[in-house]
């Protein structure tokens, strides 16, 4: 029998005229599930596309690095199992993977307060890595979190927490793809302090401009996460400004920070979540806390040079966030989409699991300024267990193409390791987007 909110989606849809949402899955191959390193948030990226080609990364069943690639709309992968495995048993490190502008893969690894891991592809388009190199030298020592992003012309910014939790600094390297050589931009861009530690998530826009956002954390636990602060840059990670222009004195501290919103301790606010950009490069960034009881996911966003706020208000119970460790929570972190359709009220996407909702691979969707309530619908038929959101972001802002990195995995509270089986690492395709 079919589900009561699909039936209600199809009456929704056949009510405005759009063409129900499709999904196709692709297989892959096996992955380790005993956590849920291969699926956490935070990484920049699991999939990676150019015109031709797209790119996926993942921990097999041995914990093995595997590189993958595929023919765009092809369903045959081609499998390199390489040289580099992980501590896969630490759900913090996570694969990143990006392409620079030559077609030259990048890679980084393993990292939870330890040495840099990092190896580039010994040839454009290829999905074998080089031996491990450096980049600049410097603060290589103790990396967390590491993040490439695409810059306007093929070269690359980097982003990693140097130190640990509630005791590091965000340190930015650049990479010119015209020389092949990596800069260290700023050693501390983001300064705790000795007494905390930013939290940041990160997008590129079509301008070029470099929009980041972060809240703090006073300790190593999660209830002490507050705020959410802004910065940006548009000389490609050299200089920063808050959003009204004034430039920023580096490094950024708690005390010089823009707070585009005021969030207590102990509301249950996750770090490390998802931004985007709209047309005019406004940003929106996507997060969750509690709010009147309820844990909801709530949307930050800059306009006409205000900072504003949505609760997406489609959850009704609340759980309380806190403790260290990889945790155990019944809703995953948001990614966040945004289409402007050609309108000035865009349509925002959030990707998300929810145990309420059997932990599937859930879409909710919104028009900015519309008084309707947001519309939830269900992309995944089985339950994803502990996974969290990462799609191809590259080819999102190509084509408006939504392919997702879906695998079943476990975790255990606070860094523990299940007993579970592999399972298959699979790219979910997403169709016929709502548009209205």
Not at 407 to 413: A, E, G, I, R
Request: proline content about 4%; hydrophobic content about 35%.
């Amino acid at each position: 029998m079919r589900s009561p909110h699909i039936f209600y989606f199809l009456f929704f849809c056949f009510m405005i005229g759009c063409a129900p949402i499709k999904t196709t899955m692709v297989d892959v191959g096996k992955g380790w599930s005993n956590n849920s390193v291969n699926t956490v948030i935070f990484r920049q990226n699991a999939l990676v596309s150019n015109a031709d080609y797209q790119f996926i990364s993942y921990y097999d069943p041995d914990a093995k690095m595997v590189l993958a690639k595929r023919k765009r709309n092809d369903t045959l992968w081609e499998l390199n199992k390489t040289q580099y495995s992980g501590n896969a048993k630490d759900a913090h490190n996570a694969i990143s993977i990006a392409l620079d502008g030559e077609n030259i893969m990048h890679a980084s690894w393993d990292h939870h307060d330890n040495a840099l891991n990092y190896a580039k592809g010994i040839k454009p388009l290829s999905n074998v890595l080089g031996s491990k190199e450096t980049m600049t030298g410097f603060e290589e020592d103790k990396l967390s979190y590491p993040q490439f992003y695409n810059l306007k012309g093929g070269d690359l910014f980097f982003l990693y927490r140097s130190g640990q939790s509630g005791k590091g600094s965000l340190v930015a390297n650049g990479y010119d793809v015209s020389t092949g050589r990596w800069e260290q931009l700023h050693d501390n861009l983001i300064d705790g302090e000795g007494q905390r530690n930013a939290y940041w998530q990160a997008c590129v826009d079509n301008f070029g401009t470099i929009h980041l956002s972060w809240v703090w954390r006073e300790s190593w636990d999660v209830a002490t996460n507050h705020d959410m602060c802004y910065a940006k840059s548009t000389d490609g990670g050299k200089t920063w400004q808050k959003s009204t222009g004034e430039i920023y004195n580096l490094p950024i501290t708690a005390k010089t920070a823009e707070y585009a919103w005021k969030i207590p301790p102990n509301s249950s606010l996750i770090n490390q979540t998802s931004m985007t950009v709209d047309a005019e490069g406004n940003p929106f960034i996507a997060t969750y806390w509690t709010e009147r009881s309820q844990t909801n996911y709530q949307i930050i966003y800059l306009e006409n040079g205000i900072w504003k706020q949505e609760n997406t208000a489609f959850r009704t119970t609340a759980f309380k966030l806190g403790g260290g460790g990889t945790k155990r929570i019944p809703i995953s972190r948001p990614a966040i989409l945004l289409n402007d359709n050609g309108d000035e009220n865009p349509i925002l996407y959030l990707i998300f699991r929810d145990e309420a909702r059997g932990n599937k691979i859930s879409l909710a969707y919104h028009q900015l300024h519309n008084k309707k309530p947001w519309q939830v619908v269900d992309l995944s038929k089985e339950s994803v267990g502990a996974w969290e959101p990462n799609y191809d972001k590259g080819l999102w802002k190509m084509e408006k193409k939504l392919h997702i990195f879906m695998q079943k995995v476990d975790q255990v509270d606070g860094e523990g390791v299940a007993n579970s089986q592999p399972t298959e690492v699979k790219v979910l395709e997403v169709y016929n987007l709502p548009k209205k």
